[in-house]
């Protein structure tokens, strides 16, 4: 489903001097949740924004469904992104001026969904994200797990393949992001997606089914089992 070989990156900021992904390489199965762990600085965010296709490797391959993300440029990697990927970040990054409804419907709109379609799915994923009634609300009147949540559905209402989430209970309590991270996976299993979760919290890369682990620009430990 996903095979990225041998990425490199270096911000362009910072004069190529830093080079952050040296040789990264991973393949990830359809249907499969995996964490991806490291410690602050190590480039698990760069290497999701490549996965994403926000920013472009310097060098190396990534192919996701079938398509060469390396080979294509705006406005094609736009529309890849919006058809292909779903991103759940750790400040849930809702947008303030749209309602719930509004913002879960987002990726559909973007993708020109008719909007009796759209009004169809809506109510099926305020309820799947146990918030049947607040599709009319703002999401500075919904706590940070509920915001989370209405991110998840944004995240998956279009069906793409890969879910990205960088560190997505980071900034829950403990057992507010045990909730929200099992309404993840339970919905990413339910839709058969490909999810890739950044994390710094042990009990969250043990709900994956398999853990990675970037270490001086590298992933170490793919397909192995992880020793602490
Ligand atoms: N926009 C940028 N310009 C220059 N350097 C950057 C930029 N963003 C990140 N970096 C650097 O790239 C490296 C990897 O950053 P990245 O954000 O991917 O780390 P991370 O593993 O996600 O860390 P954390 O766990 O703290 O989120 C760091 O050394 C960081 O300082
Ligand atoms: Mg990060």
């Known amino acids: 489903m996903l095979k990225a070989n041998h990425l490199r990156y270096a911000y362009p900021e910072a004069g190529h ?5 040296q040789d990264v390489s991973l393949e990830l199965h359809a249907g499969e949740h995996v ?3 490291g410690s602050s600085g190590s480039g698990k965010s760069t290497l999701l924004n ?5 920013d472009t490797p310097a060098g190396g391959e990534i192919m996701i469904a079938g398509s060469n993300l390396t080979q294509l440029r705006e406005p094609q990697l736009t529309l890849f992104r919006r058809q292909h990927i779903g991103f759940i970040y750790q400040q849930f990054n809702l947008i303030p001026t749209l309602t719930v409804a ?27 994200v146990q918030l049947p009634t607040r599709g009319s609300a703002f ?3 919904l706590s940070g797990g509920e915001q989370q949540r209405v991110a998840i559905a944004r995240a998956l209402i279009h069906r793409p ?3 990205l989430a960088d560190e997505p209970t980071g900034n ?22 490909t999810l890739l979760v950044v994390t710094h919290s042990k009990a ?11 270490r001086d620009g590298q992933l170490h430990t793919d397909g192995q089992t992880v020793t602490w």
């Open 172 to 193: 829950l309590d403990a057992q507010t992001g045990t909730l929200v991270l099992d309404l993840l996976f339970t919905l990413a299993e339910r839709e058969q997606q």
């Open 161 to 163: 393949a890969l879910v």
């Open 35 to 37: 964490a991806l762990m």
């Open 204 to 214: 969250v890369a043990e709900r994956a089914g398999r853990i990675l682990l970037l």
């Open 139 to 141: 999401p500075d009147q």
């Open 17 to 21: 001097k830093h080079t952050v992904l």
């Open 50 to 54: 490549l996965l994403g296709g926000i």
């Open 102 to 128: 509004e913002n879960m419907l987002l990726p559909l709109e973007l993708l020109g969904v008719p909007r009796q379609q759209q009004q169809q799915r809506l109510q099926q994923w305020l309820e799947a």
